[in-house]
């Protein structure tokens, strides 16, 4: 019976001419390494001459059938391979299907950049036009405020100078005067259009010696009978030029521009303490006149502390956008005439607007006076 190379056990191989136990057991190592011999692999394995197989062959002692258990090993692996291929061409068709979509994908992608681009931009370029339009709208404006500026500064600086002239005039009409009259200093008289002039023999008669003796003397010239009290507080002079008729002050107005007038008469008068406060309560009206009588005796005889106080309650401190808010609130009293809420409304609008030209400050003053008149709300 021949014996089957593919599944003879060692023993078997043994049993074969010229295959001792190191042959055998090369034959086992190559059957365990290829699973299936054929006459070529047998020729193939080294120390067996190729002459033996032949032999073997020729005599029928062996073969090469496989066994049954490898032949379904062989036809599994060749579904398994088959199947194999078939999910390789599935995977493969499915890449390309996805490769597909991809691609798709991409060129869908590369349209809708395209089109956010383009209106990317678009945008840029309305921006840019609004930009250049503000840009150009902001300096036409620019432009007519600079001349706007331009001509406020100009009618300003001819206010000034006009201004300046009449100031420089004037100085030059006091300095005259004070040249021909040392001994007068003339302030304002409603009766008189123009300054008046002593004549030569008033200036002869102020100089004569009696007087120049009397000054010297600091004696105080005596009252008549007919000469009241205020006369004699408003004409004295110890020292020094004579007294203006002064001004009143009935605490309407600011107390500021009155305190420096009057600071300015004491200075050139020389009066004293004594004699500021005895003038100064001469001049006193109204409500300037009620708040100094319900004053302490100690603040009634100080001329400073007196001064300070009429400042704190007649002084003009407020700031600008104070006074703004003030004119816009601004409502006529009860017991005040409109030539006196006109006056208030008038003073408050050209406080309170100081940069501002004359036409834009009268405006704002007369739509004041109309929304706080209490005749025209009564209308």
Not at 142 to 153: I, S, W
């Amino acid at each position: 019976m021949a014996t089957n190379i593919n599944t003879a056990t060692y023993d078997d191989l043994l049993l074969l001419e010229n295959i001792g136990k190191s042959r055998a057991n090369a034959i086992l190592q190559e059957r365990s390494k290829k699973k299936i011999l054929s006459i070529q692999d047998l020729k193939l394995i080294p120390d067996i001459p190729e002459n033996v197989w032949d032999n073997l062959v020729d005599t029928g002692k062996i073969n090469f059938e496989p066994e049954e258990g490898s032949l379904k090993f062989n036809h599994e692996m060749q579904e398994y391979v088959r199947s194999l291929q078939e999910n390789l061409r599935d995977k493969d068709k499915q890449l390309q299907s996805f490769n597909a979509a991809i691609e798709e994908q991409g060129q869908e992608f590369k349209t809708q950049m395209t089109g956010i681009e383009a209106q990317h931009q678009k945008n840029i370029a309305e921006i840019h036009m609004q930009f250049e339009e503000k840009l150009v709208n902001m300096q036409n404006q620019f432009k007519d405020n600079m001349e706007k500026e331009k001509v406020f500064r100009e009618e300003r600086e001819h206010h000034w100078n006009k201004r300046e002239k009449e100031l420089v005039q004037k100085h030059e009409l006091e300095l005259k005067i004070n040249q021909m009259a040392p001994s007068g200093i003339y302030g304002k008289d409603p009766t008189l259009s123009e300054v008046s002039v002593p004549s030569k023999t008033a200036l002869l008669k102020h100089q004569t010696i009696p007087i120049k003796e009397e000054i010297k003397e600091n004696k105080v010239p005596t009252v008549t009978k007919n000469q009241t009290t205020e006369d004699r507080y408003v004409k004295s002079s110890i020292e020094g030029p004579l007294t203006p008729k002064m001004s009143t002050f009935d605490g309407k107005a600011d107390w500021g521009p009155y305190f420096a007038q009057f600071c300015h008469i004491a200075k050139r008068c020389k009066w004293s303490e004594q004699q500021k406060l005895d003038n100064l309560i001469v001049c006193l009206r109204d409500k300037a006149l009620k708040f100094y009588s319900s004053r302490p005796v100690e603040i009634k005889d100080n001329f400073q502390v007196l001064c300070k106080k009429m400042n704190d309650r007649f002084g003009r401190k407020d700031l600008p956008h104070i006074l703004r808010r003030q004119l816009q609130e601004a409502k006529q009293g009860s017991d005040e005439s409109l030539e006196e809420f006109a006056d208030k409304v008038q003073e408050l609008a050209t406080d309170g607007y100081p940069e501002s030209p004359d036409y834009f400050i009268q405006i704002v003053a007369v739509d004041a006076f109309l929304k706080g008149c209490a005749k025209n709300k009564q209308h």
